[in-house]
C-alpha cells in the first residue's frame, strides 16, 4: 500500500489539501455527477422495467445512457482527485472497496447490456427482453448500492 502513498504527494492533492474550497468543489462535482449517473440510470431502468410508458423507450433509452456515461466519466475522474488526497486511508476502508466493486460490476452490466443485441433489438423494435429487464434490476440494485456504500465510507 505504501506505492498509493506516492499519489498524496502529487500537485493535485497538496493543493486540494492547501486550499481546503477546492476540495469543497471537487467534492462537490462527485456529488452532482454521482446524482446525474444515478439519476438517469434511474429513471432509464425503470422505463426498461415498463415504468414511465409515455417517454417513448428508444429515444428515452439513448439519451440517458448517453448523459449516464458522460455522468459516470465525471464521477471517475472527479473521485480520482478525492482519493489523490487520502489514498492509503481510502484503500484500506472497507465501504471504498465494496463502493469500487459495485461501480465496476454496474458499468461492466451497463457496457454488457448495451452491447448486447437486445439493446440493439429494442431501440429498432421497441420491445424490452426478459434479459434487458434482469439487466435493468441488476443496475438498479448496484447503483443505488453503490450510492450507499460511499456514504458509507465516512462512518468506517
Partial sequence: MEWLSVLGETSVARALIRAPVLYIFASAAHILSLAMLVGTSVILDLRLLGRFKSLPLAETAELLSRIAALALCLAVLTGAVLFSVRPVEYAGNTAFLIKLLLVGLGTANAVFIHL?????????????????????????????????????????
Fill in 116 to 156: 448486447s443485441r437486445d439493446w440493439a433489438e429494442m431501440i429498432v423494435e421497441q420491445q424490452v427482453s426478459l434479459r434487458l429487464k434482469i439487466g435493468a434490476v441488476i443496475s438498479l440494485t448496484t447503483w443505488l448500492s453503490a450510492a450507499l456504500a460511499g456514504r458509507w465510507i465516512g462512518f468506517l
